[in-house]
């Protein structure tokens, strides 16, 4: 592969990780990283999470497919949400109910269906991303899922109800579902975390879940806000300014050596996580920096757009890369 073919490397990629990686900035830079290769893609927000919208330069997201950013020469990215409801509706008018009671049923029925079927609120929305699609709506669907701890239970809904559900209209779309997701020419998951042991352990947990019980192939892995690698941490404050020739207070060796210090120790944290993660989840890896800014703009998401298209990281270097 170039470094950018895996981008459209299947019709679907849901991207999840733990809450607070950056998984949704992930996704939407995953989003426009695709369409400046020339495709059309529709984002969709499985959480409605506000600012994603304006973030890849367009208005906040509803329940409306509309244009969010043209990429001059190149594709555009779409965006929405799929709220359960709208989700049952375009599934009640699949299946050839009329307008009035369809909207009657969509109102009043689902809250008492999905008490009584675990599972279905999420199984309708992925039926959406499904026959979307199916009708080829856009050359990517990126699907932004919920943090971590709801992403395994949303991807699965669609086992979990094909086993307890035998027959009729919900099976069928289990079913069909799942062999959505256990189609990587379909449908591949992105998984993101941070390069500490927390986030890394639930990402080689979800890694684990994603291939096993849902049966999904993995797109390239995305360490986030990675610091940078910096050479001279090794070298005291003492040594750096004897060779500039710079004369230091003991107050201010004392200080740089504090934070050159904490400086190395966290690289050196960094190094082992991420090789910890390479030998455990065993895929590509992209790696994005850290962006020091309280507020993310267009202008970062450009940034995290550019890094994904650098050269993949292979697993077994994970632990040297910086």
């Not at 994603?52 to 001059?72: A, F, N, Q, S």
């Not at 959406?128 to 709506?137: G, H």
Request: net charge neutral; proline share 7%.
């Amino acid at each position: 592969m170039a470094d950018s073919d895996w981008l459209t490397s299947t019709q679907v990629a849901v991207v999840a990780g733990k809450g607070g990686v950056g998984s949704s900035t992930v996704a939407a830079a995953y989003a426009l990283a695709a369409a400046r290769t020339g495709a059309d893609v529709l984002f969709i927000s499985v959480d409605g999470r506000p600012g994603m919208g304006p973030l890849l330069g367009g208005r906040e997201l509803d329940d409306t497919d509309h244009i969010l950013r043209k990429v001059k020469g190149a594709g555009q990215v779409r965006g929405r949400t799929i709220p359960a409801e709208q989700a049952f509706g375009d599934y009640l008018e699949l299946r050839g109910v009329g307008g009035v009671l369809r909207r009657a049923a969509s109102a009043a029925s689902l809250p008492m269906i999905a008490a009584a079927t675990p599972g279905l609120e999420h199984l309708l929305v992925l039926g959406k991303v499904k026959e979307l699609a199916r009708e080829r709506a856009a050359d990517l669907i990126v699907v932004d899922a919920p943090p971590a701890g709801h992403a395994a239970p949303f991807l699965r809904s669609a086992t979990g109800l094909s086993d307890v559900v035998q027959s009729g209209p919900v099976r069928d779309q289990a079913v069909e579902v799942d062999e959505m997701l256990r189609d990587p020419q379909r449908c591949k998951a992105m998984i993101v975390t941070l390069p500490e042991e927390t986030p890394v352990t639930e990402a080689i947990e979800l890694a684990a879940e994603f291939r096993g019980d849902i049966g999904l192939a993995l797109l390239p892995v995305v360490a986030n806000a990675c610091w940078p690698d910096r050479g001279g941490l090794a070298k005291t404050p003492a040594m750096a300014a004897r060779s500039h020739k710079v004369k230091l207070s003991p107050a201010t060796k004392a200080a740089l050596a504090s934070s050159g210090e904490f400086g190395w120790a966290r690289v050196e944290r960094q190094r082992h996580q991420l090789a910890r993660l390479g030998r455990e989840i065993g895929e590509p890896m992209a790696m994005l920096p850290r962006l020091p800014t309280p507020r993310l703009t267009i202008h970062h998401l450009g940034l995290l757009a550019d890094q994904l298209v650098e050269p993949l990281v292979d697993p077994a270097d994970a632990g040297s890369a910086g």
